[in-house]
């Protein structure tokens, strides 16, 4: 992927799957490409980390 996804505002941590996962209501052939990487970079994709989102409240 072009991106991290951590640093996106559509990424959250799961703490059942102690995992990121995206909130992005994905296609199954978003999934797909998602999942085998294939993308050039997501198309959801919108920087953000929690720094930058706490400065916008």
């Known amino acids: 992927m072009g991106h991290i996804c951590e640093?996106?505002?559509?990424?959250?941590?799961?703490?059942?799957?102690?995992?990121?996962?995206?909130?992005?209501?994905?296609?199954?052939?978003?999934?797909e490409r998602f999942l085998k990487g294939t993308n050039a970079g997501c198309p959801f994709y919108r920087p953000g980390g929690d720094y930058k989102t706490?400065?916008?409240q």
């Open 54 to 56: 706490a400065g916008k």
């Open 7 to 31: 640093d996106c505002v559509c990424c959250d941590y799961d703490e059942e799957l102690e995992a990121y996962v995206c909130t992005m209501d994905l296609d199954e052939d978003e999934m």
